[in-house]
């Protein structure tokens, strides 16, 4: 399946960093698909740890593990710049 991408600056292509806009394009998806592999692995890691901790009987009050998952959902958006 092929689809048309109109990219407005063209720069990186002009400085050579690129040899196509095609180029920038494919290595743009490889960024998202390394960003959404990394959050899916923080999100599990964060699950085991949370089993973890249930296991061993260590609990948190239900709306203060809230705020922590919200804080913590805003530090990795400004991790990721988004």
Not at 19 to 43: C, H, Q, T
Request: include cysteine; proline fraction near 1%.
């Amino acid at each position: 399946m092929s689809m048309k991408v109109s990219v407005g600056d063209r720069e990186k292509v002009a400085q050579g960093e690129y040899a196509s806009v095609s180029e920038v394009v494919r290595d743009g998806l490889r960024l998202l698909k390394r960003r959404e592999e990394l959050w899916r692995s923080a999100i599990a890691a964060r699950i085991e740890s949370g089993m973890e901790s249930c296991r061993a009987g260590r609990t948190t009050p239900s709306e203060e593990a809230w705020l922590q998952l919200d804080s913590w959902r805003d530090e990795q958006k400004r991790l990721l710049g988004l």
